[in-house]
Structure formats: C-alpha cells, structure tokens
C-alpha cells in the first residue's frame, strides 16, 4: 500500500475543504497524484487500496463527524438516517424494524456482522462494483476506461441480466434495493454550503451514461443523510436475497417489494431489483402487473413473469432468470 496522509474532519464543511477527487476520479486517473478522498469504515476503500486500483495520498476521515450519526423517525415526516450511522445501527434500530421491515431485512442480510460494524450508510451507497474483472489489476475494463467489458464473454456467472449492453458488472449495494422500494432520497451537502436532495432513482448513473462512475456524486460532495417518506399501517414491505452460499456474500439476486394494500388487495407496488443491472432497479412491469389485484398465488407468479421480460441473460448467468422470478414471487406473497 502507498503512504497516505491522514486528515480527521470535525465538520461537514471542514471535510469538503479538505477533498479534491471521489475515488472513482482517481481510479479513472482523471485527477492528479495528490488525490485527497473520504474515508467512513474503510471497507471498501481500504479493500480498494489493498488491492492497489487506487492509491490516494490523503485520506480524509469523516467517521468522527457530529452529526451524521443519527435515525430519527417521525409518524409523519418518516425517516431520516445519518450517512455515518453503520448498518449494524441500522440492522437494531427497532423503528427500521417496525415500520421499514425490507430495509431491516436488506442491512441485516449485508456482509457480516463485523462489516455491518463498520460499513457506514454513506461508504455503502458510494461504494464500488465488486466485478472481478473491474477488482483486477490485469484487466483494464470498460468502467477503467478501456473499450472491453471482459465479462460479457468471460466469467459472467454473478453479472447483470439486464441493461447490460455495455457493462455488466452489477452494484454491490443490496441495501439501495430496499432504499429504492421505499422512494428514499439521498441528502447531499456541497463545498459551497449548498445542499441537494437526490431520489435513489435518480442517484445510480448507468455504464452507458458514463461507464468511469456509479453514481452522481461530484468530488466536492459529501452525504449526509438519507431520508425514507412514512410508512403507513397499508404498507407491506419484504426484502430477500439471494446469494451463492448462506454465509457472508454479495447478492446474486436480490429483491425489495413495498405494497400498499387495502384488505388482500394491491393499490399501489414498488418492485426492485438489484444485482439484475449494473444499478438496481425498479420493474415497472412487475409493479403494474400486481397493482389493483388481489394477492394471490397467480398474481404473485404474474408480476415474477413480468419482472424478467427483456431479460438478456449472459453465457453463464441465465439461471438468473428463474432465480428473480422465484424470489419476487415469495418476496409478494410474503406480505401477505
Ligand atoms: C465481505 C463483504 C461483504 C459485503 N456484503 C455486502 C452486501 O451483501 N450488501 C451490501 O449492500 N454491501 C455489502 N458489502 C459492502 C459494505 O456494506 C460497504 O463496503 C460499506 O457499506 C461501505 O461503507 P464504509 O463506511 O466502509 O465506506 P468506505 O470504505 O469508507 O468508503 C467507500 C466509498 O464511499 C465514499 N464515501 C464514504 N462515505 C461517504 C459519504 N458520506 N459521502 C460521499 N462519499 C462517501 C468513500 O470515498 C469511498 O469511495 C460487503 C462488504 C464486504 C467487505
């Protein structure tokens, strides 16, 4: 690993002052050496320079930041999570528990118990693709700014089955696919004082509007929070994923399902999938096969059959397809 400095940042502010590149810059060399990132638990950062994609010369830590540390919860204004507070705060937050089941389910099944202590909120929605090929410093793919995505004739087992044109890597956050489920927005603050608040949706940047980044965020950006709307006593939530051994792992398939219901009826559906595309996402045709129906058995395997049209599966990932039809069809019938 290269000598790095390192910088303890007390304040919001004090810590953009003191960043110069998001790491996905310097790993597209698109910054000079004197690159200065943010750092929160470091597993992905850490694990980043270990492997030696990137080698910043200043770490800027932001885990000690006042502040960012907090979940508040409010009937009316719903959710609000510190981009600091780790998914072990998260997995035991009994509100999260109550009210956002598929969130508790998705932070509670991340990693393992000693990442979950030290993966922040923040570091899980800024972090990297875990490609092999893309974690390799044999390969120089697409998202590091060659012409080649070496999985699309390679060892493409774990990688996207949709919008896979470009890239097929998939992103490694399970936890943005019941973010996204629940229409959470991400709270961004700027060197400039200024603050934007970002939808999930609108947060993934795709390989094919720019294949250096997967996300939008800008070096001179920080995350402080994220913030989910209530939910009600008609919301049904269930979050499952599905990886290749039941001990720690990244998903193969996961999926995220946030129902409003009235009786046994389905008003309102929000289906999302991640580890299918190289962000998650929504399957509108999933959700409009479900809304306005009666859960049942049949209508549960119409909205999985829904979910995988389009699907252009891979050389060696095509058992994908009936994976996610299987998991959002339990996933539905789990609200029930
Ligand atoms: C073995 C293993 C298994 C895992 N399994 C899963 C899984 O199943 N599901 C899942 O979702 N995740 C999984 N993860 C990923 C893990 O959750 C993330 O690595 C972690 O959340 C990153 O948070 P961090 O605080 O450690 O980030 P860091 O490593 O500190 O930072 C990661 C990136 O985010 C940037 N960053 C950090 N905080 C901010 C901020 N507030 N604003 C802007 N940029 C920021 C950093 O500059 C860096 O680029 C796994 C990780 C490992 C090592």
Redesign the pocket.
């Known amino acids: 690993m290269n000598k790095f400095s390192w910088y303890d940042a007390k304040t919001v502010n004090d810590a953009l002052e003191q960043v110069n590149a ?2 996905s810059e310097v790993l597209a060399s698109k910054v000079s050496d004197q690159s200065a ?11 980043m320079m270990k492997e030696g994609l990137v080698a910043p010369k200043k770490i800027v830590n ?1 885990k000690n930041i006042a502040g960012l540390d907090a979940i508040s919860y409010h009937q009316k204004s719903g959710l609000k999570i510190g ?1 600091n507070v780790t ?1 072990a705060q998260m997995e035991a937050n009994a509100e999260i528990k109550q009210n956002y089941l598929a969130l508790h389910q998705a932070v509670a ?3 393992t118990p000693q ?1 979950r202590n ?3 909120l ?3 929605l ?2 990297r693709t875990r490609c092999w090929y893309f974690r390799s410093l044999d390969h120089e793919c697409l998202r590091k700014g060659s012409g080649t995505c070496f999985a699309r004739n390679g060892e493409n087992e774990f990688h996207a089955i949709m919008k896979n044109g470009s890239c097929s890597s998939v992103h ?4 943005s696919t019941a973010l996204m489920a629940f229409d959470a927005s991400v709270e961004i603050a700027a060197a400039d004082g200024k603050k934007r608040t970002v939808k999930m949706t609108e947060f993934f940047v795709t390989p094919g509007d720019d294949s250096s980044r997967e996300s939008i ?1 800008e070096a001179n950006e ?2 402080t929070a994220v913030i989910i709307p209530p939910s009600g006593s008609k919301t049904k939530s269930y979050y499952i994923k599905q990886g290749a051994r039941e001990s ?1 792992d ?2 193969i398939a996961d999926v995220a399902v946030v129902l409003e219901v009235s009786g046994s009826k389905c008003k309102n559906a929000n289906i999302v999938l991640g580890a299918a595309a190289p962000v998650p996402i929504r399957s509108e045709a999933a959700s409009t096969a479900l809304i306005g129906k009666e859960i049942t058995e049949q209508t549960a395997k119409d909205s999985a059959e829904a979910s995988m049209k389009g699907a252009t599966p891979l050389s060696k990932n095509a058992y994908k397809v009936p994976l996610f039809k299987a998991i959002v069809k339990r996933a539905i019938l789990k609200t029930t």
Not at 37 to 47: A, E, I, P, S
Not at 172 to 175: F, R
């Open positions: 998001t790491v990132v943010f750092k929160c638990g470091g597993t992905d950062l850490l694990d932001i981009a998914l099944h991340a990693g990442i030290m993966a922040s923040g570091g899980n800024a972090q490694a956050s399970s936890v965020l920080l995350i720690y990244w998903a």
